[in-house]
């Protein structure tokens, strides 16, 4: 399916939070979540985490830059043949970024069937 337009795809990944448990919302710490249109070194990528997740941080852990979710617009569109779909793989997709946030594996995802 084409690329939706940006606010439209925006509006869905702010939906896709909006599920997100108020309770795992209020220990993301330190996250921004952005849209971008593709990964430039992964262009098939869906979604990255960039940053150090909630496992990682220790007592040296103090005035970094926000983590970084990107959730790629275009890559997502062009694996989805409708807007439902795309709605769905926005959430997956999400869910999955928050997910490395909290320290969990691709592995353990894809056990828990957010692949």
Known sequence: MKPLPLP???ALVADALDEVPAELMALLDNVVVLVEDRN???PELLGLYEGYALTERGWHYGGALPDRIMIYREAI???CETAEEITEEVTITVVHEIAHH?????G????LGWG
């Open 108 to 111: 353990r995802l894809h056990e």
């Open 102 to 106: 909290f320290g969990i594996d691709d």
């Open 8 to 10: 439209v795809f925006e």
């Open 77 to 79: 569109c062009e694996i």
């Open 40 to 42: 430039p070194d992964e």
